[in-house]
Each structure stands twice: as C-alpha cells, then as structure tokens.
C-alpha cells in the first residue's frame, strides 16, 4: 500500500481510524496502568491543581455537577478533566502500550484463576483509589456495582430467556430485608430483634452468611413465579410477576416484626467498596458462564421457540425454573448489599420506581449480553448522578435518551454480545 | 350488614368504572398493535389536569358574564373538549413512542411507553409546580338514603356516565365501518393493510379513542376526588393494566368486566380486612386467578405462535 491510499483509509474513517491507529495496540492492561496513573495523580495534586485553576474543589463526577451548577466555571473543569484524566490516561496507556503487551502476554499463558483475579485486584484499586476523594463517589460507586449486579440478573429473564419479568424489586426487597434481619438480630441492638446475640467482631466474617440467605430466600420467592411460568408466558407472567412484586411489598408492609412500612435502619456498615466489588465480580463471573454453559443456551433456545426446544430434548420447566431461581438469588444478593450501603431499607424503596429503574438499565444497556447489562447500568446510573443538577429536568433528559435509544436500537446499545474475557485481556498486536 | 354490603356495592361500581375505562384503552390498543401502552395510567393524570383546566376556564368565562352557562352544561363541556385534547396526547404518543418500534420487540415499545409516561409526569410537574391542584367542584353534591343505603348524586353520574360511554363504544366498535377496520386489524394485521386500510390510521384513532376514555375517567376522578397530583395515573395505569390482562388480553368486554370486578375485590377485601391488607390480598386473588385460567377470561389460550 503506497502513501496516498494510506491517507484516504484514513481520512474515511475519520476520528475512528485515527484514535484506531494511535491506540490500536494498546492492550487492556495498560489502560488500567493509565488509570491508576490518572487517579494516584488525582489524590496527590488534585486539590492543588483544582485550587489554582479555580475551582471550589475537586469535580467530583468528572466535573458534570459543577459544570451544570456554574457555566462560568466549564473551562477550568475541562481543563482539570484533561489535565487529571484524559492525557495522564492517554500517555500512559499509550507509552506503556509495548511493556504492557509483554506482560499481558506472560498473563494470559498462566491459569485464568490467576490472570483474572490479578487484573481484578487492579481495577480494584483504581476504583479505590478514585472513590477515596470523597463520601458522594464512594457511595455513587457502591451503588453503581449494586445496579450492575440488578441489571444482569433481570436481564438473563428478559433478555436469554425473552420473558418480561416485572418481579426484580420483590426479589431485591426479599433478599434486603433477610439480609438486614439477619445482621440487626445477631450483630446490633436493635429496638425490633432485641439485644446483639453474637459479638460484633463476627460480623464482617459471617455478613456472606446473611447475604446468601437473603439471596436463597429470593430465590425461594421466585419460585411463585416461576412455577406460573410452565403453562404462560409474555403477557400474563408479566402480570404474574407484577402482582408478585406488589405482594411482597405489601406483605413487608403488613409485617410489624421487620418495621412495617416505617422500615428497617442502622444496618452495621459491613459493605465495604471491598465487599460490593467483591460481589459484583462474582456476580459476573457466574452469570457469564451460565448464560455460556449448555444450560444457559437452553435459554436462548426457549426464547426462540419453546416447542421446538422441547423436542430438542431441552427440559424447559427445568430451564425456566434454573433461570428464575438464580436470577432471584443474585437480585437478593444486590438487595441485601444494597440494604448494608443504604444501611435503611423501607417497603417503599421497591415498588414501580425502582422496577421502571432496571428495566431502563437492561434495555438501555442491551439485550442478552452481559456488555450491554454492565454499560447500561454503569451510564444510567453515573448520568442520573451526574444531571443531579438539572433537578426535575433529569426526568425529562434520561427519558428522552432511552426514547431515542429504543428508536434507533431497539435491542439496545450492546445486544447479542458474549463476554468474553479471555478476549478481553489478550495482548494486542 | 346487607346495608354495608350494598353501600361498598355502590363504591366498588364507582371505583370499578375508573379502572374499567383506562383498562379499555390498553386493551384497545393492544388489539391492533400488539402492545400495551404503558403511558396509558399517566395520559389518564394528564386527561384529568387537561380537564382541570378546561373547567377552570369554562367557569371563569361563565362568571365574568359574557356566556351564560348552568354548571351541568360546563361539565358537559368540559368533557368534551377534554375528550377532543387529550386524544390528541394518545395520537402524539403513539407517533413518537409506538410507530417506530412497530417490527421491534414488543419489550422495546414497553420501556418507550414507560418512558413517554415519565415524561408527563416531570414535563406536569415543571409547568404546574408541585403544589396539587383542586378539581373545581361542578355538581353540588347531594345524598340519597335508599333502603339504608347512602348515595350521592356524583357515584350515580359517574356510574351512569361511564356505563354509557363503554356502550358507545360497544356500539362503535360492532356498528360502525371505523369499527369493523379496527375489528378486522385485531385479527390479522399484515393482510388487512394489504385490502387498503391503513395500519397507521386505525392505530391513531385507537390510540385517540382510548385516550379520550382515559380522560373521561380523568374528569370523572376529579369529579369524585377533586384533588389531583402529576403521579396519580401511575397506580392507576397499573392496575388498569392488571385489569386489561386479567379480562383476556385484547378483549374489550373482558376488560370492562375484569375492571369492575378488580375495583370489587379491592372494595371488598379493604372492607372485611384491615384497609393495610388490600393490597396484598387483591394482588393474591389475581396471582391465583391467572393460576388457574393463565390467559385471562376472554383471552386466547396460549399457543406456541408468539411475537417476541
């Protein structure tokens, strides 16, 4: 290839093939090594740097709020955004690029129970480190992973299976509310459970126990849809799950013992951004496998036709009851973490709200895949904090994003995308 | 007891008929396109703060003297002219929210009516404030006794004047050449097109029509409980689509039927049980009924042909 086609491949395509043929072979790691540049460089002189250019303090969602809340102020942000993230990022993943590749390439040759875990613990600090400049990201971060975990067990219902379960806050609620009964009576004095049974030093050893119980009882929970969903589908098990979600919150309401509608609080602080990420990363693990495993696909099959997956020999009430159990374990899972960063939970807090939250999430992000469920709830949720701002207007800017999304993609931003991480962190030529 | 019986008779009727006009708009809608609407519960608020409006300027109009007009007249207006407004919000949703997401998954056209209801409700709530609004009281209210039974002059007219509306309906849809399209989209959609009626057409004016009824069940609400707030079609919108579903998807009859009997198992399990409980045991008769009859009353049974 000569020189003038050169320049016409790139001018066709823009600024795709440029950032393509700059950062083409920069592999993933270093871009983590960019970040966590980026982000020891926001610890170590961001308030100086934001200080001296001017601003009240260091942007906290990348500069949006105060961007929203003072126009005048847009230049210094952007130039704190550059200076902090974008060319720290940018120079050192691109430098590192070569070294990186290297390694990487030594990483994917061990075992992946050690690469993955390595990069994890990676990722891990760069989230750590990022969300130690403040109580607002730390919890904006919490609650972010939590949605994550939300939106990828509503979407192995809705988007592998292709049913369209409305049940997620019931089960979120469940598991929340067995999570936080579980700690309240043994690890508190708590005025409903009475006095602390164990010592509050088992806590944080024993806080999984909790958890896991709160997500089996979800689990048990969504058995009362699941069972409906043999002889219905589409329509009337939406309906059936509905109902299921207004049961439990009316029930929750009903029950005197764990708050009635006044609720539950001061749960111990025992969800840690260390014990969310935890979480959140088994969460993906196991849903990425199943939904890659010789069952999940039977998921795929009885969404696409169900009769002929029965005469595929796939057992489909096994399938739908497998898909419908440990959906419900994750979401209460997500809901017991959620009721211990809250540290409140109340029968309100899981009602049509929060439903129309997730469902916004799964089909923003995109159908069957774990991609698509990962950056719809991380963008819905950073934006929903990020257009704080704006007040009510939020409501009309989101909405009017997810219209636009529907109409242009129906199935999403990332649909039909497998997860592969093995992929991911392969080195780059 | 037969008293109270018959008293929480009168009540479940009343409420009944407002579940029962929003549900036959999902169940219209769905009919011809497949979908339900789920901004339907918040065109049913807007219908109502449309009627608001309208009534409020009917009655300034009379009072400043330049028309003479009696308050049953003004009510009678602002029905109509409500009516005629708020299908044209239906109209409006249907062309942003359903007619590009025809061929997509049905699921995608849900999270766009969702969406479109979310924005009502801010879009309400920046234009008017959060302050609620109070219904203008049309009809001086006057209570019957009949056998023991108190009823109030407004239960009889929202009773009556929604049982007449879903006749005309009835009437409409069965008599009607505009009815007979919408009947014959219902059966089959991609054939009917072919025969020289639009698809696009029908689905507007179902779309209108619902609308229209939803904003009958607005003004009707305002009538009974005059206080009004921009998040009130929300529990409405979803239990009339409980009642869409429980009726047979797709069935107008069924959905008129399972709204009363949703606004019956509601009236009466809040009056034989602690009010906190209705809830929870209205949403188990439901969950039970479905159970046993999965596709509603008048719905087709399940079949393995599905458009997902």
């Known amino acids: ?406 109409i242009y993609r129906p199935t999403g931003l990332v649909a039909f995308k497998e997860f592969d991480v093995k992929r991911l962190i392969q080195p780059k030529k | 007891m037969g008293g109270v019986l018959l008293q929480n008779l009168v009540n479940a009727l009343q409420w009944g008929s407002f579940y029962a006009l929003i549900a036959l708009g999902y169940s219209m809608v769905y009919s011809i396109l497949m979908l339900f609407n789920f901004a339907h519960g918040d065109i049913f608020m807007v219908g109502a703060y449309i009627g608001f409006g309208v009534a409020t300027g009917l009655i300034a109009l009379a009072k400043m003297g330049t028309i003479m007009m009696p308050n049953w007249l003004i009510l009678v207006l602002t029905l109509i002219i409500t009516m005629f407004l708020t299908s044209f919000v239906g109209m409006l949703v249907e062309r942003i929210g359903y007619r590009p997401l025809r061929d997509a998954p049905r699921a995608s056209a849900a999270i766009t009516g969702l969406m479109i209801g979310i924005i009502l409700e801010t879009g309400n709530l920046a234009l008017l404030g959060a302050q609620r609004v109070s219904f203008p009281p049309l009809i001086v209210s006057h209570t019957y006794e009949l056998g023991g039974v108190f009823v109030t002059n407004k239960k009889i007219m929202i009773v009556f004047v929604s049982i007449a509306f879903m006749l005309a309906l009835h009437v409409f849809v069965t008599r009607s050449k505009w009815g007979m399209a919408m009947r014959a989209m219902a059966v089959d959609y991609v054939v009917v097109p072919l025969m020289g009626v639009s698809i696009n057409n029908i689905a507007r004016m179902t779309f209108a029509i619902g609308s229209a009824l939803a904003a009958v069940a607005g003004i009707l609400f305002g009538v009974a409980y005059p206080v009004l707030d921009p998040y009130m079609g929300i529990m409405f919108g979803w239990k009339a689509f409980v009642a869409a579903i429980l009726g047979g998807r797709g069935s107008i009859m069924g959905a008129t039927l399972a709204g009363f009997l949703l606004g019956f198992i509601e009236i009466f399990v809040a009056m034989i049980f602690p009010s906190t409980l209705r809830d929870l045991i209205a949403y188990s008769i439901v969950l039970l009924i479905l159970v046993f009859r999965p596709h509603g009353f008048f719905g087709e049974p399940y079949s393995a042909r599905l458009r997902l």
């Open chain 1, 1 to 406: 290839m000569n020189a003038t086609d050169y320049s016409t491949v790139q001018l066709k395509k823009g600024f795709k093939g440029y950032f393509k043929a700059v950062f083409g072979s920069v592999p993933l790691l270093a871009w983590i090594l960019g970040m966590l540049v980026s982000v020891i460089l926001e610890s170590h002189v961001g308030y100086d740097l934001a200080e001296s250019i001017g601003l009240p303090k260091a942007p906290v969602l990348f500069g949006f709020l105060i961007m929203l809340k003072k126009p005048a102020l847009i230049p210094s942000t952007l130039l704190y955004v550059l200076l902090i993230y974008a060319l720290p990022i940018g120079i050192v993943a691109r430098l590192s690029a070569a070294p990186a590749n290297r390694l990487a390439a030594v990483l994917t040759r061990l075992p992946m129970g050690l690469a993955v875990p390595l990069y994890l613990a990676l990722l891990y600090a760069v989230l750590a480190i990022w969300a130690d400049i403040s109580a607002y990201r730390l919890l904006t971060l919490k609650l972010t992973l939590i949605a994550v975990m939300v939106t990828l067990s509503l979407n192995m219902i809705n988007g592998y299976m292709g049913e369209f379960s409305c049940s997620h806050p019931g089960f979120m609620a469940l598991g929340a509310y067995a999570a936080s009964a579980f700690t309240l009576t043994l690890f508190t004095n708590d005025h409903l459970f009475g006095k602390a049974l164990l010592s509050s030093h088992l806590g944080p050893w024993l806080f999984p126990v909790g958890l896991i119980g709160g997500g089996l009882v979800a689990a048990v929970g969504a058995l009362v849809v699941a069972i409906p969903s043999f002889k219905t589908r589409g329509d009337y098990l939406a309906i059936i799950s509905l109902a299921f979600m207004f049961i439990v919150k009316s029930l929750i309401e009903n029950l005197e013992v764990v708050g009635g509608p006044r609720g539950m609080s001061s749960q111990p602080n025992y969800a840690g951004l260390l014990t969310v990420f935890v979480w959140t990363a088994l969460c993906v693990w196991t849903i990425n496998n199943f939904v890659r495993s010789i069952p999940g696909k039977a998921l795929n099959a009885v969404r696409d036709d169900e009769m002929a997956a029965e005469s595929m020999t796939v057992n489909t009430r096994r399938t739908k009851m497998t898909a419908f159990m440990f959906s419900a374990f994750w979401a209460g899972i997500a809901g017991g973490l959620f009721a211990h960063v809250i540290r409140f939970v109340n029968p309100a807090t899981f009602g049509i709200q929060k439903l129309a939250e997730v469902l916004a999430m799964v089909y923003f992000g995109g159908l069957n895949s774990v991609y698509g469920s990962i950056v719809g709830a991380v963008s819905l949720n950073m934006l929903s904090e990020m257009l704080r701002p704006l007040e009510i207007f939020k409501w009309i800017i989101i909405p009017l994003l997810l219209i636009l999304v529907m």
